[in-house]
């Protein structure tokens, strides 16, 4: 299929490798540091050569949500995003979209620099890498909290949606995969943990209060679509989710877009359309950590029908992003 939007696709910032978590872990770490800092060569070519017209560039993880430091984290997310407007989206408007990153150590000043990226910048949502760490890079926040309402009141404000990108748990979090550190990382671990992030937001009332709010989901839902049935069945006898106004499974059809990142598999999408159907899906490669000939290899010819296939590949998407392109 020619003209897709792919929206989980990331950029690096030579400065930013501190922030660098273990995605490239079992890849060739030399090639993915060069595919990430290329932005016109292999990465415009593949995108030719595979039907993706637009990619939305968003700061590979962990970025701003691994600086403990509120203060530095505001100033770096903000480098960041002035980098990606400048340097990649102004020189190829009509190639490279973005999503800015934002320090949600300091919920108000997350707030300010994602409207800031969306009406100065263009920008056209944010992508926030899992949880936050405060203090140090064993304490971290998840966005349910109170403290973060003001940010998702200034998410709804601006209309754009957020991407809740995975992350791994806190370190001291992690003895379950002790001895198995396969598991950590894409393979396991970073849909649990992103899952549960998706789960809180809905069980803390986020889309009660602000039910404008669009979140996004790569890696076909991070084993949501699958399992909410029954996380559905099983939290109603909880207190805590008396005061929820609708079933847990309506915020995931409500409230969430889902991406094909890194889960190029024909029964999950299947299964992800039955759940929250197909105006709810979005094209997402996750590149450089998968492949663009990959992804749409199986995309351009899995058996669903071409008017979703196009919704899913490009209509979705521009919908929700706003983008000025024909359909
Ligand atoms: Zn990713």
Redesign the pocket.
């Known amino acids: 299929m020619k003209g897709k939007i792919a929206l989980?696709?990331?950029f690096g910032i030579p400065s930013f490798g501190e922030y660098a978590s273990d995605?490239a872990a079992g890849l060739d770490q030399t090639i993915m540091r060069e595919r990430l800092l290329d932005v016109t060569g292999r990465r415009l070519r593949e995108m030719d050569e595979h039907g993706i017209e637009l990619a939305v560039l968003?700061l590979?993880?962990q970025g701003a949500q691994a600086e403990p430091d509120a203060k530095r984290a505001v100033e770096r997310a903000r480098e960041a995003n002035d980098f990606l407007a400048q340097e990649i989206v102004a020189k190829h408007p009509e190639r490279f979209a973005g999503f800015a990153s934002v320090a949600l150590q300091d919920p108000i000043a997350a707030g300010d620099e994602l409207k800031r990226a969306v009406t100065q910048l263009g920008f056209k949502g944010a992508m926030v890498n899992g949880y936050s760490n405060v203090v140090d890079r064993d304490t971290g926040e998840y966005y349910d909290l109170p403290k973060f309402f003001p940010f998702w009141e200034r998410v709804e404000t601006v209309g754009v949606p957020v991407y809740l990108?995975?992350r791994d748990p806190l370190p001291s979090q992690q003895l379950i995969y002790e001895g198995h550190p396969a598991l950590l990382g894409?393979a396991w671990a970073w849909g649990v943990e992103t899952a549960t992030h998706a789960l809180r937001l809905i069980l803390g009332g986020v889309f009660d209060r602000f039910p404008g709010v669009n979140v996004i989901l790569?890696?076909m839902g991070e084993m949501l679509p699958f399992a909410i049935s029954r996380v559905e069945q099983r939290v109603a006898a909880f207190p805590e989710t008396s005061k929820l106004r609708r079933p847990v499974s309506r915020y995931l059809q409500d409230n969430f877009y889902i991406t094909t990142?890194?889960n190029f598999r024909t029964q999950a999408l299947l299964n992800t359309m039955l759940e929250v159907g197909c105006d709810r899906i979005l094209f997402?490669v996750?590149y450089p950590?998968?492949e663009m000939g990959t992804a749409s290899g199986w995309f351009d010819s899995c058996p669903i029908s071409e008017a979703d296939r196009r919704k899913i590949g490009r209509t979705n998407a521009a919908r929700l992003l706003k983008l000025d392109v024909p359909d």
Do not use: I, Q, R, V
């Open positions: 989980e696709e990331h995605l968003s590979t993880a990108h995975p894409p790569g890696h990142s890194g997402a996750d950590y998968e």
